[in-house]
């Protein structure tokens, strides 16, 4: 396993959309094993492959739950509003209260190509959908309603 560098906002990578997986061998297994230590190294909750330069359709998350590995993912159902404070490692120091649904459930493919669905609610639905979002060459400014002062959130 191995660290890899996070794209940060201005590269253009990051507005592009993602290709999906097909082929599922030892090296989308490295790809995720990479970016689970990378989102960890970071202090994320989530990391998509484009903010590590891959243009494939691959997620990591772990909201202290233990780690969600999401190959080709799709949001299919969706219920519920929240307004939370949300940043993005690709875009360091920013953040904005955004918009998201509070409950998603989610169908994707597992590291060896099998597939499952899985329902996030709260915190692992925003994560859920920011982290999808980065597959469709989204970030996270897309859903915000109103930028928050770093040195604000510093104060509570």
């Known amino acids: 396993m191995a660290i890899r560098n996070i794209v940060t906002e201005g590269e253009e990578i990051l507005l592009k959309k993602s290709r999906p997986v097909e082929v599922f061998d030892e090296r989308l297994h490295t790809l995720l094993d990479d970016m689970r230590e990378t989102m960890n190294a970071a202090g994320g909750v989530g ?37 939370e404070i949300e940043g993005c490692l690709s875009c360091p120091g920013k953040y904005g209260i955004t918009r998201r649904p509070h409950w998603v459930k989610v169908k994707a493919k597992d590291r060896h190509g099998k597939e499952f669905t899985m329902t996030g609610e709260g915190l692992l639905a925003r994560v859920f959908c920011h982290e999808i979002d980065h597959l469709d060459g989204k970030l996270f400014y897309d859903s915000v309603i109103e930028m928050v002062d770093p040195e604000e959130l510093e104060n509570e």
């Open 47 to 83: 990391l998509a492959a484009p903010q590590v330069g891959v243009l494939k359709r691959v997620v990591v998350a772990d909201v202290g739950e233990g780690v969600i590995e999401l190959v080709n993912p799709e949001i299919i159902d969706e219920k519920g509003e929240q307004q």
